[in-house]
T-cell receptor
Framework: DSGVTQTPKHLITATGQRVTLRCSPRSGDLSVYWYQQSLDQGLQFLIQYYNGEERAKGNILERFSAQQFPDLHSELNLSSLELGDSALYFC?????????????FGQGTRLTVV | QKEVEQDPGPLSVPEGAIVSLNCTYSNSAFQYFMWYRQYSRKGPELLMYTYSSGNKEDGRFTAQVDKSSKYISLFIRDSQPSDSATYLCAMYGAYNFNKFYFGSGTKLNVKP
């Protein structure tokens, strides 16, 4: 168990809908990273937050947004969902913003858009 | 051209074999290199972390970085069926600690 908790584990929703994925980082970790993993794209970095502030942005669509709350948990919001958004979404956390190498991953949320 | 290229496999080997997994990359600014292991439907788990060129050994695992060739390798000695997983390489540069670049992963199957 990495100590990073993601909910829900599975999510099935229809196209055009909006969903929220939640991540609780390891105790003491200030940095949260979101990744998307689909079959044909591998693991794609989406966005990173550090202590409530956005620190880095990757290949995140405009339909997607994230935030990190004062208690350090983070939410990834996906809207106007398309079939191609079906993927595993991982959250990772680390102690310091610059020490991403020691990020610990959660078990992921499997999103299926039908 | 992708920043990081990794052969997706699958790679199938008999138990006890030496396994070689590789990634190539295009950005000469990358300095930090990692290997993650991902079991089916689980989150990636950090296996090895190296900085710049050279070798690093940890038990049956050896990570090798050749910056001149922009090539990194992970060797697994005495492979076991429990090593069957997808192995992902990842890297980033000192100019941007926060943005990782991942390979697509190589699926390894170690047959008993």
């Amino acid at each position: 168990d990495s100590g990073v908790t993601q909910t829900p584990k599975h999510l099935i929703t229809a196209t055009g809908q909006r969903v929220t994925l939640r991540c609780s980082p390891r105790s003491g970790d200030l940095s949260v990273y979101w990744y998307q993993q689909s079959l044909d794209q591998g693991l794609q970095f989406l966005i990173q937050y550090y202590n409530g502030e956005e620190r880095a942005k990757g290949n995140i669509l405009e339909r997607f947004s994230a935030q990190q709350f004062p208690d350090l948990h983070s939410e990834l919001n996906l809207s106007s969902l398309e079939l191609g958004d079906s993927a595993l979404y991982f959250c990772a956390s680390s102690v310091e913003a610059g020490r991403g190498a020691e990020a610990f991953f959660g078990q992921g949320t499997r999103l299926t858009v039908v | 051209q992708k920043e990081v290229e990794q052969d997706p496999g699958p790679l199938s080997v008999p138990e006890g074999a030496i396994v070689s997994l590789n990634c190539t990359y295009s950005n000469s600014a990358f300095q930090y290199f990692m290997w993650y292991r991902q079991y089916s439907r689980k989150g990636p788990e950090l296996l090895m972390y190296t900085y710049s060129s050279g070798n690093k050994e940890d038990g049956r695992f050896t990570a090798q970085v050749d910056k001149s060739s922009k090539y990194i390798s992970l060797f697994i000695r005495d492979s076991q069926p429990s090593d069957s997983a997808t192995y992902l390489c990842a890297m980033y540069g000192a100019y941007n600690f926060n943005k990782f670049y991942f390979g697509s992963g190589t699926k390894l199957n170690v047959k008993p």
